[in-house]
């Protein structure tokens, strides 16, 4: 649970890295494996997911807080028994494009006793900060082409590259252990609105898993507000409120 939580936050963490450098009335966000370029200068965006159990308590949250400049400065997530807080800081070359970024995670309480041993015993952290950090390279075109992501607690991190269409989607990403071992693959399709409609993620080849995306809602600017996620007889409904300057 809690490493899910810390994959989370690091996979908006890479979110922060733009695809270009940033033109002003555009965010560009990352969720999963999901490329956006979110319409208008977010400030937040509060990111339910509900499995349509009935549960509400069982729904995960997150809220991503933005800065003037676009750029990812906190993230507050929810996961049943624990909240996290990661908090983020970017470098960046002249042409503001993201070099590195390090952030800081931490939960910020739990809800019983259980919960807690299991954190200790698999992570050794508790209400404690977990640094994370990401380096970027890009192509001639400014696209992110490599990330390099670790955790503070461990010796290498991974490795994962992208690869895009002529319109700057991004159609695939490779994720690489300690930049030998391929983990997964992951493939995405879009429509002619450059929005995901199906994610294929593949393990030594095998495919794993294949969602389908259809979208619910939009607000004002054009950005969705509900889509639904089917996979493996699963349904996912998530809801978005988003703020801006």
């Given at each position: ?17 733009t ?10 966000f ?14 937040q965006?509060?990111?339910t997911d509900?499995n ?9 949250s997150?809220?991503?807080d933005?800065?003037?400049k676009s ?9 049943p028994?624990?909240?996290f ?15 590195q970024?390090?952030?800081?995670s ?17 992570h ?17 075109n400014?696209?992110v082409i ?42 995405l ?6 929005m ?15 969602t ?6 939009f607000?004002s ?13 699963n349904?996912v409904?998530?809801?978005r ?5």
């Amino acid at each position: 649970m809690y490493s899910n939580r810390i994959l989370f936050s690091f996979v908006v963490l890479l979110a922060s890295c733009t695809l270009k450098e940033q033109r002003p009335s555009k965010t560009w966000f990352y969720k999963e494996s999901d490329v956006e370029v979110l319409n208008g200068k977010v400030k937040q965006l509060i990111q339910t997911d509900d499995n349509g159990d009935g549960v509400s308590e069982q729904n995960t949250s997150d809220t991503v807080d933005f800065d003037i400049k676009s750029d990812i400065k906190e993230v507050r997530s929810w996961d049943p028994g624990i909240v996290f807080q990661t908090k983020y800081v970017t470098k960046y070359d002249s042409n503001r494009r993201r070099l590195q970024i390090i952030a800081r995670s931490r939960a910020l309480r739990q809800i019983d006793s259980w919960v807690r041993a299991e954190m200790i015993k698999k992570h050794k952290v508790v209400d404690t900060s977990m640094k994370i950090s990401g380096v970027y390279e890009y192509d001639k075109n400014g696209y992110v082409i490599k990330r390099y992501s670790s955790l503070e607690d461990l010796s290498e991190g991974n490795y994962s590259y992208n690869k895009y269409n002529s319109d700057g989607d991004m159609i695939e990403t490779d994720s690489y252990l300690n930049s030998k071992l391929l983990g997964y693959a992951t493939k995405l399709t879009y429509d002619n609105k450059h929005m995901v409609i199906e994610e294929t993620i593949f393990h030594n080849g095998t495919l794993v898993t294949k969602t389908n995306y259809s979208y619910l809602s939009f607000d004002s600017k054009g950005n969705w507000t509900k889509r639904k996620a089917t996979y493996d007889a699963n349904t996912v409904i998530t809801t978005r409120k988003i703020t801006y300057y």
